[in-house]
């Protein structure tokens, strides 16, 4: 399967040219992909490219199966360790995968801005990157946590930047601490914490921003998440609405810590 790395592209339109399936497609002013659905994988795309900006991933899809049988293949990045010290790799495979999967919808969380502000960086202009900041309260009441030169930036950055409670936390998480106890909203957030703190992250960043409305509910979105700070999960993601929490679908982890820190203090 081949992919067009948007960061190199330069719009000269050589690999459509060549694409006798007429499988490049060309979209707004700059941005070109290759429709997956129809690619023959000959391959005649990449060697004409002058940027090297076509490259050849190692997603399989099964040939030659009846309907229902078919599959594909597609590697899952597991990191060492949980933390921001992956956050480059996080954007990589995670650009990589859109573009694969023509998404343009990338919904992250924020700590700082720090990471936000790389992520809008590295995706470029042809993606809709929605943020979602730590909401206020988090450590210190009155106040949020994007550090005031981040924020700055975030706020001429052009992207929809929402502060917004928790999805898991809120009432539940205060009768928590104040009385102990467990609801099922605490039940399904620590489950989603088994597999690490940035599968639930992506899912409850994925749940607040398409409850905003910010990101769309009819198709697929790239969501990030991390531990503490930074990146280190990606996820595709099908939105819903927290009325419709059942109906959210974890498609495809692209990445994520092999293994989970341990269970924090609620
Ligand atoms: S690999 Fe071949 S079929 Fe696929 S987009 Fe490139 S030139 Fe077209
Ligand atoms: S040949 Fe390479 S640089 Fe030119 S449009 Fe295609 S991907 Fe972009």
């Not at 409305?213 to 939105?239: H, N, S, W, Y």
Request: net charge neutral.
């Amino acid at each position: 399967m081949y992919v067009i790395r948007g960061s190199n592209c330069i719009s000269c339109g050589k690999c459509q040219d060549i694409c006798s399936g007429n499988n490049v497609i060309h979209e707004g002013e700059h941005f070109f992909y290759i429709d997956e659905t129809k690619c023959s994988n000959c391959g005649k795309c990449m060697t004409v490219c002058p940027m090297t900006a076509i490259v050849k991933t190692e997603e399989k899809v099964s040939e030659n199966l009846p309907k229902g049988l078919q599959y594909t293949e597609k590697p899952i990045v597991f990191f060492e360790k949980a933390g921001k010290k992956n956050t480059a790799k996080v954007l990589e495979l995670a650009k990589e995968r859109a573009l694969s999967l023509n998404i343009r919808d990338v919904v992250l969380p924020t700590t700082t801005g720090k990471s936000a502000l790389e992520a809008i960086d590295f995706f470029g202009p042809d993606f809709n990157i929605v943020v979602i900041p730590c909401m206020y309260g988090r450590f210190k009441p009155g106040e949020h946590t994007l550090e005031p030169e981040y924020e700055k930036k975030l706020r001429k950055a052009d992207v929809p930047v929402i502060f917004a409670p928790y999805f898991f936390s809120g009432v539940d998480r205060a009768i928590y601490r104040e009385w102990g106890g467990m609801s099922s909203t605490l039940i399904v957030r620590q489950t989603l914490k088994l597999f690490g703190e940035g599968i639930k992250v992506c899912v409850e960043v994925t749940i607040v921003g398409a409850d905003a409305g910010a990101i769309p509910i009819d198709k697929e979105v790239i969501a990030l998440g991390g531990t503490i700070r930074g990146f280190d999960t990606a996820m595709v993601i099908q939105p819903a609405h927290s009325l419709q929490f059942f109906d959210i679908g974890l498609r495809e982890i692209i990445c994520m810590p092999r293994k989970r820190i341990p269970w924090q203090p609620m």
